[in-house]
């Protein structure tokens, strides 16, 4: 008889889904309302802005398909745990490339008028997708989670390379947003390490704050 995994508790499932969910939900809303401003505008930097939310939005989505595949599998007795990895493996992946787009998006929206490069969307994917092929492939998740950690520093860098176009008013309206952002992934990589873990849900409740001050923000604002 093939190996099953143990149910996790009700309680914790109830919680990521709503947590997964609320988190997708809050991203396309914001999304949503960028874009539109972006098809008035026609401001590359508006694009550039609803991409972070965008795949920040399926790496949540794909968190919440997962926890509730995972969860019907054990319920229902259905999923061997062979393939119950193979989901795992499949869903770490996506996650990878999609959490790494949506970082390296925000990077890109605040330098993007600096920079020469007209490839800086294609570079973005390359790398995004060489980090998903390389957890499917090796499986080796802290060299990611430490790349993912350097992603966060460089947007750090980025968000102080612009603070002095702060106090002039070019980037006024989202300046505290890309800090707020800079906060969420910072908790979430929390967790990832194992740090905090035992805040766990005390994080996913500040996370969720963040984000959904940071999606009244633009809702207000634009």
Known sequence: MPAQLRMPPIEFVGLETVYFLAIFLACFLIYRKVREVYRLTDYFGFHLFANIFLFLGLAYFMRFVVVILLASGVVFDSKPLEDIREITSFSIAFLAYT???SILYAIYSLLWSRMVTHFGEV?????????GFSILLFRFLPAFLIFQFLLILILLIAILVNYRYYSSGKIRKVYPVYLLLFIFWLLNFSL???LLREFKFF???LSAVVIFIICYEVLRRL
């Open 99 to 101: 959490s790494s787009v």
């Open 123 to 131: 570079v973005i994917h390359i790398i995004s997708l060489l980090a």
């Open 203 to 205: 994080i996913y409740g």
């Open 192 to 194: 990832a390490f194992g």
